[in-house]
């Protein structure tokens, strides 16, 4: 198992996806303000070498479009990391100089947010006409500077599932498969404080979920990919296989931009989102459990009752 440390480099972005936790900060004036400087980013580049991480990320908002982005990916190239990656909408990767740049300068993982296989769901949810083309012709330009330079490019999808796309895993195996996407990472929405308003219009349960990874088993088996579930517990896919699903390890921290010294230090980060069931007492998955938002009435339900009965 691997050590990851992914950088948090503020908020810029340059899409508006609806289900963001990051809006509110995109409307302040001059909002890049807040992002990280140069300095700051390298230092914690530094932080990841001396900490024994053997790998390293850049996520936001949107990382790439940063003037700084491929001076950092030159930092990193200088410490000892098996892979310097990014998380990204994919949209600067569909200019080929930029991409040729960012991988000869090191950058080999690719972990692009693409929500559905057609512009009329992608790009409504991200709210960016013309977001899906452009992260498509980015998949291309990378397949093509690999070939060029023999260079090696890891890439993975990051998709958020809400009731828009759920349904559409298939068609996104489908699409991406034949650009060299082998991993395809799913989570559903994940509600904070910022953002628990939404979640009567995002959620989806997990039957839901399990449902739309059988409906993509043979698109899957089709073009060798895996599934890579996060924030779903893996004991909900363990059906499918290991051919089918790749359990989400948690070697990864975020340093975020907001914590001054050390990832993880900010407390809120530490609340209890989580919740088990019986069957986790002899589970031998290093796995967080169950999300919150996942809680089943019934259960909530009988835990009031008894409440409400040992109160009175």
Not at 8 to 35: H, M, W
């Amino acid at each position: 198992m691997g050590k990851l440390l992914s950088i948090e480099t503020g908020f810029t972005c340059n899409s508006r996806c609806k289900y963001c936790t990051q809006l509110d900060y995109r409307v302040i004036p001059q909002a890049d303000k807040l992002d990280l400087t140069t300095e700051e980013i390298k230092e914690r580049i530094r932080y990841a070498a001396g900490e024994g991480y053997d790998q390293i990320g850049f996520s936001g908002g949107e990382p790439t479009i940063r003037a700084d982005f491929i001076e950092l990916i030159t930092t990193a190239r200088q410490y000892d990391f098996k892979r310097i990656g990014v998380t990204s909408n994919g949209r600067m990767f569909a200019y080929r100089k930029f991409t040729e740049e960012a991988m000869l300068a090191g950058l080999d993982g690719f972990t692009f947010s693409l929500h559905g296989p057609t512009p009329e769901i992608h790009d409504k949810i991200t709210n960016s006409p013309g977001a899906l083309e452009q992260a498509l012709e980015g998949l291309r330009n990378i397949a093509a500077v690999k070939r060029k330079h023999g260079l090696e490019g890891h890439l993975m999808n990051n998709e958020i599932l809400l009731p828009d796309n759920t349904h559409y895993i298939k068609e996104m195996v489908e699409l991406l498969g034949p650009l060299g996407v082998g991993l395809f990472m799913i989570q559903p929405f994940i509600t904070q404080r910022s953002n628990s308003d939404d979640l009567g219009r995002f959620y989806v349960p997990y039957d839901d979920i399990v449902a739309a990874v059988e409906r993509a088993i043979p698109a899957l088996d089709k073009f060798g990919a895996r599934v890579k579930p996060y924030n779903v517990p893996n004991c909900l896919l363990w059906r499918f296989g290991p051919k089918y699903v790749e359990p989400q390890f948690y070697g990864l921290r975020s340093f975020r931009e907001y914590e001054a010294e050390h990832p993880g230090e900010f407390k809120a980060f530490r609340a209890k989102q989580w919740y088990r069931i019986p069957d986790c007492k002899t589970c031998e998955e290093y796995c967080p459990g169950f999300r919150i938002e996942q809680y089943p009435q019934e259960r909530m339900r009988d835990e009031l009752v008894a409440a409400a009965t040992t109160f009175v």
